[in-house]
């Protein structure tokens, strides 16, 4: 019989306010096993952690119960503390009655009931519990980054700093990502090109980073320290390692009517292309859809003009497997299709544009060179209208519900730089409300109001229709309460962003979890901002949530530096509740093998005694080393023949049992 | 059929004699003649050995014990049977080297109940010519057509192609295939509120004497142990418990089997007391068609079923609570 002691915590109010905490600990003390129930304020504490090492001792405990938060947030100190008392660490249960329980009731006759339930399923887990013992796992002191833009460029670069291989996996051409598209930057306004292109050189040059552009994440295996990663480095159909950069096949191809992606589609390039000039590396890929070669079999021009036979039509896609120990998500974000927003007129008008396609407009290495030009009779625009919020903090199907953060700004940037460049504009601005919460941006945008003239209404836009080449904007003033009209040359829609297409499969190939909108979760909101759940996976930039390139520059630094503190142990405690297997039960159907997510089941032929009769019998065997206890085959198994160390069916079915019995 | 039974005989008697397989395994007449029963068979009572429409008996479950005996046996599968036989040969159950298939072919099995509620009753000795049944009974010769006694099974047949088999008896005279819809009850079931659906199963379920035929049976019920049977596992203890019992036997069997059952619709076939066991799997194959895409267990021998296999267009478990995807 186990000797159980409880420990109820009021977590100050958190828990107390809606469970009367005593009563708790009052009706767990006839449990079967137990032998002290107590409650304290903040059993987390030194005190709390105190009480509950003492009463290991005088009581000759052999097991604990905290009724508290949840396991995710405590369960390890209280192994710790429990392991400091002498005890087992895994003879530690967490009933969990403020997540679970206390938050979610507002009755404290409901709360407290509840919490009385989840201590005795506790309580009876507990009493079949078996001290475990962990063992080590090696680390592979690599990391992978996926993403090049800048989250990803500055997390390599922090953790090749410190020492350790990093490779970056980009699916686009050439690092950079949507930095590299922009004009200038708040709220210092240098220009971005100039503060990217060197770090995306260090990146390319450093001795210790790996890139591996136009390719993408294609499997992904293991765990924390021992992650295989399968990439799909997509056929160039250039050489990198002849090709100088020399340009001259983008010269002589004649096929040069492909949408420049990187233009957003406001001007064409060549079949055979690199991005954009500063390019890393500057290699071009062949876009097999626009190139003559691939449609016809025909021409070649681009083969024969290379004056190093760097062409080569015929190769293929190559899958490199590589052993990381931290895996690093750097996806990033794309503007949200307008398609949708039917009232701007986008599809129909090619001077109503997204606030990318503007910087590009404004770019000096844009299509039109940096002279603001509109797009459908390249003449200067007088008037321009920007509209915030298109698709943010929206609740309707085709926009997101959340801010997207970064548009306040980057408006405020557009409408001072258009002041500057072109005094003799008229500019507007409408917007719900003007965020600018970060270090001198309220200033920013303040001195596009006072200091260049830009007309900020607070108000919706309703309306944007084109007439002989003016755009007439319907717009609202909920100042005045009045309705405007402008007839404008340009509309600039801030577009909500999302997170990039690819963050989804690659969430589910990491099993690392993500929000109803497709940003990546963090392992806790405020505590453990740059980890995922998923031990040795971390987040770094606006696949996390939206942000400007200060916050990203930072988060980068913190998931690099909690990637240097992973890759820096040279061995990793392993999880000891993994499965196994009980031979005499096990069929040998390979339902386990099939789901297990980590490869750590391996069927064998083996003799078996069962019961006298000895045969040969093809049974699953487990390797604990691999095992990461996630339990799934114990629910797959038919004949129950897989258990788990720490969960038991046992184990559950007499929570399960403890519950159902009030 | 008795050509079949003929090219049938002639067939095994050739590969016996020339040392391809060891024995067979197909059916003999049971105590009735509708009752044919599966049988091994050697050279010397190969002469017992029946084929006609009363051989439902499903074949492949027994070949799990067939192929762990020393040489080869000859297997006779009727179509939808080789849909079993796959799914044991990837679950490893079966030793594929150690059989050989026949692949034979199948018109249709005759259910008796139906047959009795005709008023074939009494049925002594039973003769078929084409798609009539000319049965001897203790109240004279009755006759009747095989398409209106068939098993519900068979009006939903798979169609008349072995998913599996080393050598086929040809079909001289095909059927035409019957085109049942075999989702129709489960949809009416789905639109019964929760009341009356419990109501249903509760009265079906209630008729169970837990006699384990349907498991017994199962192709998919290939456990060495089961849990039932598994004191140590807590499962038949904790069913016995609740006062209705085989609500959880035949709820957990059907899990069991989710995405390995081939819809042979044995549990259905063998249950003395009637109770439409099949349409607890056929709720679990419309899911599964419906949230993975259209799948037959068994259709081949080595693909991950959609409940073990994981591909990146599953559909999200949100859906499957009528969430959004």
């Known amino acids: 019989m186990q000797r159980i002691g409880v420990f109820v915590c009021w977590c100050g109010s958190n828990i107390a306010a809606t469970v009367d905490v005593s009563a708790v600990a009052e009706a767990v003390k006839s449990e079967p096993g137990v032998v002290l129930a107590t409650d304290y304020q903040y059993m987390c504490s030194e005190v709390g952690q105190a009480k509950i090492k003492d009463a290991i001792k005088e009581h000759g405990l052999t097991g604990v119960v905290i009724c508290s938060c949840s396991p995710r947030m405590h369960e390890a100190t209280f192994r710790k503390t429990a392991a400091a008392a002498g005890l087992n660490p895994y003879m530690v249960e967490i009933a969990n009655i403020r997540e679970q329980c206390s938050w979610i009731h507002k009755e404290k006759d409901e709360g407290t009931e509840k919490a009385i339930i989840l201590a005795k399923a506790a309580i009876a887990k507990l009493n079949l519990n078996a001290p475990l013992t962990a063992g080590e796992s090696p680390v592979t002191k690599r990391a992978l980054v996926i993403g090049g833009g800048i989250a990803g460029i500055q997390t390599a670069l922090d953790i090749a700093d410190a020492g350790y291989e990093v490779d970056i996996v980009e699916k686009s051409p050439t690092i950079g990502g949507k930095m590299a598209q922009l004009d200038k930057t708040f709220p210092t306004l240098d220009c971005a090109a100039c503060i990217l292109t060197p770090k995306m050189v260090d990146a390319a040059q450093h001795e210790k980073i790996h890139l591996y552009t136009y390719s993408e994440v294609e499997k992904v295996s293991g765990f924390v320290g021992n992650f295989t990663v399968d990439i799909r480095k997509k056929a160039r159909n250039v050489k990198e390692d002849l090709c100088t950069g020399c340009g001259v096949c983008m010269e002589k191809c004649p096929s040069k009517k492909a949408k420049s992606e990187f233009n957003m589609g406001l001007n064409t390039r060549s079949a055979v292309y690199v991005p954009f000039a500063q390019a890393v590396p500057n290699v071009p890929v062949i876009d097999h859809d626009a190139c003559i070669h691939y449609k016809t079999g025909k021409c070649g021009l681009c083969e024969k003009s290379c004056p190093s036979n760097a062409i080569d039509f015929e190769q293929q896609d190559e899958i490199i497997t590589r052993e990381y120990g931290a895996i690093i998500a750097a996806t990033g974000f794309n503007p949200i299709p307008m398609d949708d927003f039917d009232e701007y007129g986008y599809s129909q008008n090619p001077d109503v544009v997204t606030s990318l396609e503007f910087e590009r407009l404004m770019n000096a290495a844009g299509p039109t060179k940096g002279v603001l030009l509109r797009p459908s009779d390249g003449k200067h625009p007088k008037t321009l209208v920007f509209v915030q919020c298109v698709g943010s903090r929206d609740t309707t199907e085709c926009g997101k519900p959340y801010c997207s953060k970064i548009c306040c700004m980057y408006t405020a940037k557009h409408a001072m730089l258009v002041r500057e460049k072109y005094p003799d504009t008229e500019v507007y601005v409408f917007y719900i409300d003007v965020r600018t919460p970060g270090k001198n941006f309220d200033e920013f945008q303040r001195r596009a109001v006072e200091q260049y003239g830009v007309n900020y209404v607070k108000g919706m836009v309703g309306k944007v229709a084109e007439e002989d080449g003016v755009l007439h904007v319907q717009a609202s003033d909920l100042i005045s309460g009045t309705q405007m009209h402008i007839d404008a040359d340009m509309v600039v829609l801030a577009a909500a962003i999302e997170p990039d297409k690819s963050a989804r499969p690659l969430a589910t190939m990491l099993t690392a979890s993500m929000d109803t909108n497709d940003f990546f979760t963090e392992a806790h909101p405020k505590l453990r901002p740059v980890e995922s759940p998923t031990a040795g996976v971390f987040l770094s930039g606006i696949c996390q949530g939206p942000k400007d390139i200060p916050e990203t520059v930072a988060q980068a630094g913190a998931a690099a530096s909690k990637v240097i503190g992973l890759l820096a142990k040279d061995k990793l405690t392993c999880n000891p509740c993994v499965a196994g297997s009980d031979e005499l039960l096990c069929n040998g159907c390979s339902a386990c093998q099939n789901v297990c997510p980590y490869g750590a089941i391996e069927y064998v032929e083996k003799e078996i005694n069962d019961h006298g009769v000895r045969e040969m019998r093809r049974v699953a065997e487990v390797n604990e080393a691999v095992c990461q206890g996630c339990g799934a085959c114990t629910v797959t198994c038919p004949s129950g023949a897989m258990d788990l160390k720490g969960f038991t069916n046992k184990q559950i079915m007499a929570e399960v049992d403890a519950i159902c019995r009030n | ?325």
Not at chain 2, 254 to 282: K, M, Y
Request: proline residues 3%.
């Open chain 2, 1 to 325: 059929m008795q050509a079949v039974e003929k090219a049938i005989k002639e067939k095994a008697r050739a590969l016996l004699a020339d040392g391809t397989v060891d024995r067979v395994l197909g059916w003999e007449k049971g105590e009735y003649c509708y009752d044919n029963t599966p049988a091994v068979f050697t050279a010397e009572n190969l002469g017992n050995l029946v084929y006609n429409s009363f051989c439902g008996a499903n074949l492949s479950k027994y070949l799990i014990a067939e192929s762990k005996k020393e040489g080869r046996v000859l297997a006779l599968l009727k179509p939808c049977d080789t849909y079993s036989f796959n799914q044991l040969v990837k679950e490893h159950r079966i030793d594929r080297e150690k059989v050989y298939v026949l692949g034979i072919p199948c018109h249709g099995i005759a259910d008796v109940e139906k047959l009795n509620v005709k008023g074939v009753k009494g049925i002594e000795r039973i003769a078929e010519d084409g798609g009539t049944l000319t049965a001897q009974t203790l109240y004279g010769e009755k006759t009747c057509e095989i398409n209106d006694v068939l098993l519900e099974r068979c009006m939903a047949c798979k169609g008349p192609e072995h998913m599996a088999a080393d050598d086929v008896i040809e079909d001289t005279a095909p059927v035409e295939l019957r085109k049942h819809d075999r989702f129709g009850m489960v949809e009416k079931l789905e639109q019964m509120t929760p009341d009356e659906r419990f109501e249903f199963w509760r009265s079906e379920l209630s008729k169970c004497i837990r006699c384990n035929a349907c498991r017994n049976v199962c192709p998919a019920c290939s456990c060495l142990k089961c849990v039932f049977d598994n004191d140590a596992s807590g499962v038949a203890a904790k069913a016995n418990v609740d006062t209705f019992e085989e609500n959880m036997f035949h709820i957990i069997r059907a899990f069991h089997v989710a995405g390995r059952c081939t819809d042979c619709g044995e549990c259905s076939r063998v249950c003395p007391q009637g109770i439409p066991l099949h349409l607890l799997n056929r709720k679990f194959i419309q899911d599964i068609n419906k949230n993975y895409g259209e799948y037959q267990a068994g259709a081949d021998d080595s693909s991950a079923w959609p409940l073990v296999d994981y591909t990146q267009e599953d559909v999200e478990p949100g859906a499957i609570e009528g969430g959004k995807n």
